[in-house]
Structure formats: structure tokens, C-alpha cells
């Protein structure tokens, strides 16, 4: 009976890796206000509200109904990086990581692994798509699209790799170009889909579907025989070029077809954001994502 009551009670969707840190420390304090009001007359009563609307707060994540919604609607941006909790959407496909040092626990920094890259990744990528012969101004619309010997070469690099079935971890670490040791990664496909490339015990990159990750392998391997200054990139760098690279894509990578342009609302624990996505028409696999700006919404619409 005690069990069956907790199972009701309880909400994982805001407790355990999903709990929202400032709800907690909000609605304890609540908690601990109530506790002093009714200690007033009765101070066992004050103590068993206490205890009951911690336990609450553990089995649902909060006591106040509506507690999360409420979070994500008025909790400045500034309050939510306190707890560790940025309002803003990574989609970087590859993180900042010391590789060469793999016994700092997960921590992970700003640094890449590549200490002899010396180029920085542009701040115009799409001045620097067209100077590169990457993009030109589309012919039938006020656009840029990719050009015909780039796209040509991309889609026959993703259509080599796919009848390949080669291993996509050994391809992945070879397209970035990490300066550590490739026994130490490991790429895991999520549940949800996706795939998250890991070295030892930290966190490495990302990608939202199988098709972007061989989008970037595919393109990897182009601009690396095209451009004289590819190995001097970090990964890091290379990841934010592949990346917006993607955006252009109009044919799917692992499927007949093409793309479509979606928009999709992402949900965590403290904010919603709308992003951008465009999918694969057949099998609904994203291929690109990019969080609207001065979206990061604190609402639940």
C-alpha cells in the first residue's frame, strides 16, 4: 500500500537527473516557512509539515503545484546559470576537452585537444562558405545554396560511407583530427536518438540523428583535401563549421529525399526553447538545429 502511494506520488520527469535545482531550493525554503508559521501554535505540527514537504519535494520535485511552470515562465536567465542551468540550447556537435588528461573526472574545459592548431574558426562562416567555393547565391531564390561541385562531392562521400557500413566511431575520431588516443572514445547511440561521442569519462560531441553524423564525416573528409588550412583547426572549430555546414543540406544523408524545415519546442527542466530543425522527409531523422534567438522562453506555452 506505502508503495503504491510513493508510485503515485512520485514524478521522475522532475526528480533525480531531471530535478530542477532552483524549484528545489525555492520550495524548500517555502517549506521551511510554513514550518515556522505553524510552529507558532504547535511546534510537533511545525515539525511534521517540514518533514512531510521535504518528502514531498523528493518524490515530485516540488510542493507548490505548478512549481516548474512557474520557473520557466518568470526565473531570469541570470538566476538559472547560478544553479548551473544555462536557458540557451547547446547544439554544437563537438565539445572543448583536455584530452591529454584523462583522469580529471568528467571535468571538462574550454581547451581542445589539438595544441598545434593555431587558425580560429571564422566569425562570418557564410562569407567564409562562399570565399571557400562552399555556397553561392542560389538561382532561383534570394538564398545561398551549396555549390554544385561541393554538393556533388558531398553527396557522394555520405553515399560511400552508407554502403560502407563502415564504423562510424573510427570515421568520426579520423574526421576531427583528436590529438588523443582513439581507444579512448566511445559513441553511443541515445534512446531517443542520436548518437554522444565520449572520451574515457567525458562528455566529446554530439549529434541529433545517424544522418548529421555522417553529414560531418562526409564533409569532413571534403574539406580537408579542399582547404590548406583544415588541419590547423581544433576540433572544437571543425565541429561549429560542419555543423552550419548542415543547414544547407537539401537531400537527406541516409535516405531517399529530401529535407524539410521544422520547428520544434525543447524542454529541460527550468526553460523552453524553440528550435529550428530540418529533418529528413522520409525518415524524420535532424539533420541541423539551431535554437531561435531571444527565444530561450522561461514559459510553458
Not at 204 to 226: Q, T, Y
Not at 233 to 239: A, E, L, M, Q, S
Not at 272 to 289: D, P
Amino acid at each position: 500500500m506505502l508503495r503504491e502511494l510513493i508510485d503515485t506520488v512520485r514524478q521522475p520527469e522532475y526528480t533525480g537527473e531531471n530535478r530542477c535545482p532552483p524549484c528545489t531550493i525555492v520550495n524548500l525554503a517555502i517549506a521551511a516557512a510554513l514550518g515556522a508559521a505553524v510552529s507558532r501554535k504547535s511546534k510537533r505540527a511545525g515539525a511534521l509539515t517540514v518533514a512531510g514537504s521535504v518528502v514531498l519535494i523528493y518524490l515530485r520535485g516540488y510542493l507548490v503545484p505548478g512549481t516548474p511552470e512557474l520557473t520557466k515562465r518568470y526565473l531570469p536567465p541570470s538566476v538559472l546559470r547560478w544553479f548551473g542551468k544555462d536557458p540557451s540550447v547547446d547544439l554544437d556537435s563537438i565539445a572543448g576537452f583536455e584530452a591529454s588528461n584523462p583522469a580529471t573526472n568528467g571535468a571538462e574545459t574550454d581547451t581542445d585537444a589539438d595544441a598545434d592548431a593555431t587558425a580560429t574558426v571564422p566569425n562570418d562562416l557564410e562569407t567564409y562558405f562562399l570565399d571557400a567555393g562552399l555556397l553561392e547565391p542560389c538561382t532561383d531564390r534570394d538564398d545561398l545554396c551549396l555549390t554544385d561541385a561541393f554538393e556533388s562531392a558531398w553527396v557522394e562521400e555520405m553515399d560511400a560511407i552508407v554502403d560502407a557500413d563502415s564504423d562510424p566511431l573510427d570515421l568520426v575520431v579520423d574526421s576531427f583530427g583528436f590529438d588523443a588516443n582513439p581507444n579512448e572514445f566511445e559513441l553511443t547511440e541515445k534512446e531517443e536518438g542520436g548518437y554522444v561521442l565520449h572520451y574515457g569519462t567525458r562528455y566529446a560531441g554530439r549529434w541529433p540523428s545517424n544522418a548529421a553524423l555522417i553529414a560531418d564525416i562526409a564533409s569532413g573528409a571534403i574539406l580537408d583535401a579542399w582547404l590548406d588550412e583544415w588541419d590547423e583547426y581544433t576540433p572544437r572549430d571543425k565541429g561549429k563549421i560542419l555543423n552550419s555546414l548542415r543547414m544547407f543540406l537539401e537531400v537527406c544523408p541516409t535516405a531517399e529525399g529530401g529535407v524539410e524545415l521544422n520547428e520544434e519546442l525543447v524542454e529541460s527542466c527550468c526553460t523552453s526553447n524553440t528550435v529550428i530543425a530540418v529533418v529528413c522527409e522520409e525518415t524524420g531523422e535532424r539533420v541541423f538545429e539551431h535554437q531561435v534567438l531571444g527565444d530561450q522562453r522561461q514559459t510553458a506555452d
